[in-house]
């Protein structure tokens, strides 16, 4: 690769390499043996390590076919580059640049079950991780891409699809746009040759149009019914075309899947493209800039004097860096905060909740979307809560529970509500002095657990088929926490657990009815937990602390707010709490990666709030 190398900036500060391996579920499985423990390549900048309380916008760069990120970077003047345009002034950001080099030499960042899923790599897998592990802004807004050649092609195929995880575009060179090869047929020689090939032999000596036939093979007409190559050529025997998997091609192909992205990409803040005047993808890269233009997306395109390779360098010091150093956000969001009112709150999830009552289900009250009709595919997950005090007031934490049902879930509680719960309590006896009663028990949680999952077959029930009976989180406030302790660690049913400032009593305390869960009940756990507790000032903490300590066999998370041990529940919307525990719930339940970073990594959602603190173990 011919790239000319800039001049250094004198006196430029130094960015700071790491070299780091990142594991990729999405890629693990392959059929051609492509390992799952990617080669990475970060880039810090000067100010990262004197700063440590700076976050910062991240800039992920795809490299182009038969090379990997460390030839890359040396091809490209990595750190040089990075160190002069800062020093220039385009403002700092982190560099990421990923190794996507497979058994034939690229990956196309595609998904195929040949090569491996590189398209979830880049855009999930990676980004989770260096959002964990770095000083990032963790936003789309502050997350860019750009790519060269077959990295070009890769920025274009994942920026059309997840424009949710990236908030800027650069697309240099892209190859591939109509993704059929260049060159003329196959001769009988170049198929003698694939039709020879094994498995651990080394493709880099093959012809350059046979290795991207293969890598494009393997990307984009998978087979796994024909080993050792795992692929379909799209020439028979002969070297003529087989249009049947050329039409499998065609569908990997930007100009083709143009139309059903068109319009996410209006949502990037920028879209860039360029390319040299003496390469050959000059005219496609041209078309997909006005393809862009006819559907109305904002993009620029610049022709510059050059070939494939030859400026690639300068445009990253002087054009790319600059243009994400002016397009993505550099400042981090304010942590959310509730409105100032909600008198009738519904819940600030997309599917505003309504309580009532249910005739079939007695001494309970439900939570749950208003419309039903949204859950067909998507289907609505279970949370059994244990109220504060195991009181039967079944609207005690209102605006915590509409919260919950507006993001998908029933929520069942056990209690009255309005008049009946007035006749309730004013036909209940006074206590006996000294005597210590509940109104409710963890036999009522269990109760609306059975009630619920049943729903999901009864003939005539709005539930009915709407349910993910395996979603299924129990939760509770204070006594109520400790109930929900009970119903989890008794009930396999339960696959996640959040106790609200609350924790099991010591064994030598005195008993008090509803909370005289031993000690030796967590041992019987076994679904992760989230303790949400008010920090030092809240009643509960030691009790709750002690459960911390003690739980060493399933992974346990416990998050502390400077609020005591009333918590959040009376905030619109249930507050911050209930914004942890909806993004516990869709971690835990519905396996979000996003909604998980919220609690992992030292760069979690939740480690830099100003007063809150988290402790992990077992993740």
Not at 368 to 373: I, M, T
Not at 489 to 518: C, E, Y
Request: net charge negative; with cysteine.
């Amino acid at each position: 690769m011919n790239t000319e190398a800039p001049a250094a900036v004198a006196g430029a500060p130094h960015a700071v390499i790491e070299r780091i391996s990142v594991h990729s579920p999405s890629i693990a499985g392959n059929l051609e043996g492509n390992s799952a423990d990617r080669d990475v390549v970060v880039v810090l900048p000067p100010s990262y390590r004197a700063d440590p309380a700076r976050r910062y916008p991240v800039v992920y760069a795809l490299h182009g076919y038969s090379i990997g990120a460390e030839q890359w970077l040396k091809e490209i003047h990595v750190p040089q580059v990075a160190e002069s345009a800062f020093a220039a002034g385009t403002p700092e950001m982190i560099l990421v640049f990923p190794d996507s080099k497979t058994v034939h030499n690229g990956s196309m960042y595609s998904t195929s079950v040949t090569t491996g899923d590189f398209e979830h790599f880049i855009a999930t897998d990676l980004v989770g991780y260096i959002d964990s592990h770095y000083r990032t802004i963790p936003e789309r807004r502050s997350r860019g891409l750009v790519g060269h050649s077959m990295g070009g092609y890769g920025a274009t195929r994942i920026g059309f699809k997840h424009a949710d995880t990236f908030g800027a575009l650069y697309l240099m060179s892209p190859c591939c746009m109509p993704a059929r090869p260049a060159g003329g047929p196959l001769t009988p020689e170049m198929l003698a040759t694939i039709s020879a090939l094994k498995p651990g032999d080394d493709m880099s000596g093959l012809p350059f149009q046979l290795r991207g036939l293969l890598a494009m093979a393997s990307a984009w007409s998978p087979d796994p019914a024909k080993p050792p190559l795992y692929l379909d050529l799209p020439y028979d025997k002969d070297g003529h075309p087989l249009e049947d998997v050329f039409k499998r091609w065609d569908a990997n192909a930007p100009f083709a899947m143009f139309d059903q992205y068109a319009p996410d990409l209006k949502r990037y803040a920028a879209i860039a493209l360029d390319v040299g005047d003496e390469d050959s993808l000059k005219d496609d890269t041209r078309k997909l800039h006005e393809l862009m233009l006819a559907y109305g997306i904002d993009n620029s395109f610049e022709l510059y004097h050059g070939t494939h390779t030859s400026r690639v360098a300068f445009r990253i010091q002087d054009n790319v860096l600059p243009f994400f150093g002016k397009n993505l956000a550099f400042v981090p969001p304010p942590p959310p905060k509730a409105p100032a009112t909600a008198e009738d709150d519904h819940g600030s999830g997309p599917y505003p909740a309504v309580m009532e009552v249910d005739p079939g289900l007695a001494r309970h009250v439900i939570y749950r979307p208003r419309d039903l009709g949204a859950f067909k595919q998507k289907k609505l997950g279970v949370y059994i809560w244990g109220n504060g005090g195991c009181t039967d007031d079944a609207a005690s934490v209102r605006n915590h529970l509409m919260e919950i049902a507006s993001h998908g879930y029933l929520v069942v509680v056990p209690g009255f509500v309005g008049d009946e719960l007035k006749a309730v309590q004013a036909a209940r006896p006074a206590p006996q002095p000294g005597a210590l009663t509940v109104p409710t028990t963890t036999a009522d949680l269990r109760n609306g657990l059975d009630w619920a999952l049943a729903q999901n077959a009864r003939a005539g029930s709005p539930y009915r088929g709407r349910i993910d009976t395996a979603a299924v989180a129990a939760a509770g406030f204070s006594c109520g926490g400790v109930q929900a302790l009970d119903l989890a660690t008794s009930d396999p049913r339960v696959a996640a657990l959040i106790v609200d400032n609350s924790g099991i009593f010591p064994d030598d305390s005195k008993k008090i009815p509803g909370m005289d869960l031993p000690k030796a009940a967590l041992e019987r756990l076994r679904t992760p937990v989230l303790y949400l507790m008010g920090g030092p000032s809240d009643i509960a903490w030691a009790n709750g602390r002690d459960d911390f300590q003690r739980i060493n066999h399933v992974p346990v998370i416990m998050v502390a707010l400077p609020v005591g041990h009333g918590g959040t529940y009376f905030d619109p919307h249930g507050g911050a709490a209930a914004a942890i525990s909806v993004d516990w719930l869709e971690w835990q339940l519905r396996h979000d990666a996003t909604a998980g970073r919220s609690f992992l990594g030292e760069n979690c959602r939740l480690c830099g709030v100003p007063g809150w603190s988290i402790e992990r173990k077992g993740f």
